[in-house]
């Protein structure tokens, strides 16, 4: 059974402060890992990962894959208020499986003024 | 712009009564996807669909249906609403042959059976 797992589950900063969010994955035949976030609203996509080592940047997010050790990281720098969401992490296993998604649990980031 | 629509925002039903979802997509995507997001459970998987009248079982199908006869519109049933089943409801949809399998999903649908 394909097992995504986030942490931390919950986090408080401050703005200005960095951000680093964890997503281990176990999917079968792994194609790519995905990278959501989502406000009082529908998840809206930041990153696709495929190939370990390189870094996807967008403003003050990244991300990078590592797919010996089978995680990903999304890091935010200079966090803001309009940070605070869930982050939702996905792994994608490739075969016939039409683009099945397996989500973790999400980490909740709350950025306080 | 892929833009998928449910047919309700928040949703109030009794336990025992049947429950349609709708949901539909405008960008004649082949594959559409029901999760159900819970606290601390993330999003799971109930049925995902690849191709008109066709479904495949996801991580949690027990309790309901789904129907899929037209492209852009695929339908969750809850056949008799159970309280566990109180939950948010996301759709989402992704074109058939990408590199990507970048899911679009839309705003979603709370319902709360009483």
């Known amino acids: 059974e394909d097992k995504v797992v986030q942490s931390p589950l919950s986090l408080v900063v401050h703005e200005g402060d960095t951000v680093t969010l964890n997503c281990s994955y176990e999917v079968t035949n792994f194609r790519s890992l995905l990278w959501y976030k989502q406000e009082k609203k529908a998840p809206t996509f930041l990153f696709m990962l495929?190939?370990?080592?390189i870094e996807k940047k967008s403003g003050r997010l990244s991300s990078i894959l590592d797919k010996k050790e089978l995680f990903s990281i999304l890091n935010i720098t200079a966090t803001q208020t309009g940070d605070s969401a869930i982050y939702l992490c996905?792994?994608?296993?490739?075969?016939?499986?039409?683009?099945?998604?397996?989500f973790g649990q999400g980490t909740i980031l709350t950025v306080h003024p | 712009d892929v833009k998928v629509t449910q047919s309700s925002r928040y949703l109030v039903k009794r336990t025992g009564e049947k429950v349609f979802l709708e949901c539909v997509q405008d960008m004649d995507h082949e594959n559409m996807f029901w999760y159900r997001q819970d606290p601390g459970l993330g999003l799971r998987l109930i049925y995902f669909?690849?191709?008109?009248?066709?479904?495949e079982k996801g991580d949690i199908p027990e309790g309901y249906s789904v129907s899929r006869e037209k492209k852009e519109r695929f339908s969750l049933i809850l056949e008799s609403a159970s309280t566990n089943q109180t939950s948010m409801y996301l759709c989402?949809?992704?074109?058939?042959?990408?590199?990507?399998?970048?899911?679009?999903f839309g705003p979603g649908t709370r319902l709360t059976v009483t």
């Open positions: 989402a949809s992704s074109p058939g042959f990408s590199n990507h399998y970048e899911q679009y």
């Open positions: 669909s690849y191709d008109v009248k066709m479904k």
């Open positions: 996905a792994g994608n296993a490739g075969g016939t499986s039409y683009g099945k998604l397996t």
């Open positions: 495929t190939s370990s080592g």
